[in-house]
């Protein structure tokens, strides 16, 4: 199957590979003509504008928009919906507000297109492992691009299934759902994006706790000396706390166990704060979440062993870099 992509950062080259690993064609676009010229060279076709790459392919088109969310991406759906045909599909794989995917969808089903929220989960990991797929749009459309989605999702690998699930979609399971209408996917990428905030945050201050056990604020007949790297590791093997999350945190405090490279400065990329506001529309509770988002805010002013944790964790599963220090 044929797919455009527009943005080769770190995901968007990484899904256009694994979708040249199985047999799809892939024609790619970005501003910077580099990574479209590495991608070339593995069996992808660059184009220098969007024009050339709508011209490239054959319709019913898909393209793929892999930007940060906002301006950027408002500004490639538009400009790709003054080249698209009826009948076409624009998708949005970056983290968008489910709000934006709304009107959009309304917005380009009046020339005929058909859009598509495709909330993706896997960072720079996804390339080996796969990309797990939450989408929201046209039922036709997800049913049409299906062979897209499934080349890219992780499928049942060795995870145990799930008992009493025999009449429920099968997609799901293989790492890629369609979870409904227009707004949907981004919805529910937002949601695992708040989780995800506050499953570092417990993960984060239980290992600062750790550290502490030795420290001056408790008594010297009391103090513990814990050696933070082994604890992770054991905890990998069988312990209920057992994920990614800490697998990651396992090789960070084995490369460094003091994190001394990490500043402990976290950022938040919007789905957190969505996620609260959600929460506030919708009257639900969300102690966690909203105390999880909180604390990357205090991040940002002084530092603490367990935001250099978040910092660590953040960079192994998405490749993100501390912002530099003012005047360094």
């Known amino acids: 199957m ?29 501003r910077d003509p580099a990574p479209g010229q590495t991608l070339a060279a593995e069996g992808a076709i660059a184009v220098a504008d969007l024009q050339a790459l709508v011209a490239a392919l054959v319709a019913p088109r898909a393209v793929w ?57 896997g960072g720079v990991w996804g390339l080996e492992r796969g990309y797990c797929l939450m989408i929201g749009g046209d039922t036709a459309a997800v049913d049409r691009l ?10 049942l690998g060795d995870i145990a299934r799930t008992s009493g699930r025999e009449k429920r979609d099968p997609r799901a399971e293989q790492g890629w759902l369609h979870a409904g209408r227009s707004g949907s996917g981004h919805f529910v990428k937002m949601i695992h994006n708040g989780i995800e905030y506050g ?36 905890w990998r093997r069988g312990s209920v706390v ?10 960070a405090l084995a490369d460094e166990p003091d994190l001394g490279s990490y500043s402990g400065h976290v950022e938040d990329s919007g ?13 639900v509770p969300a102690e966690v979440l909203t105390a999880a988002l909180y604390a990357r805010f205090r991040s940002r002013q002084d530092h603490t062993f367990a ?21 360094a």
């Open 2 to 30: 044929q797919l455009g992509m527009v943005g080769l950062g770190r995901m968007g080259a990484n899904i256009v590979r694994r979708l040249l690993r199985a047999d799809h064609a892939c024609v790619v676009y970005d």
């Open 65 to 121: 928009v892999m930007l940060p969310a906002g301006a950027a991406t408002e500004d490639a759906v538009t400009a790709l919906a003054g080249l698209l045909a009826p009948g076409d599909t624009i998708i949005d794989g970056g983290n968008s507000f489910w709000k934006d995917d709304v009107r959009r969808a309304a917005t380009l089903a009046q020339q005929g297109l058909t859009y598509l929220d495709v909330g993706t989960s």
């Open 146 to 155: 299906s062979p897209i989605f499934s080349a890219l999702a992780p499928g």
């Open 199 to 234: 499953m570092m945050q417990a993960m984060a201050e239980g290992f600062d706790i750790l550290r502490h056990a030795g420290g001056p604020n408790v008594a010297p007949e009391l103090r513990l000396d814990l050696d933070l790297p082994d604890i992770a590791e054991v």
């Open 242 to 251: 057992t994920s990614w999350l800490l697998d990651l945190s396992a090789q």
């Open 271 to 283: 789905e957190g704060r969505w996620t609260v506001q959600a929460a506030i529309e919708e009257a």
């Open 307 to 327: 935001e250099k944790m978040l910092s660590a964790m953040r960079k192994g599963f998405g490749g993100h870099v501390e912002p530099k220090k003012p005047g």
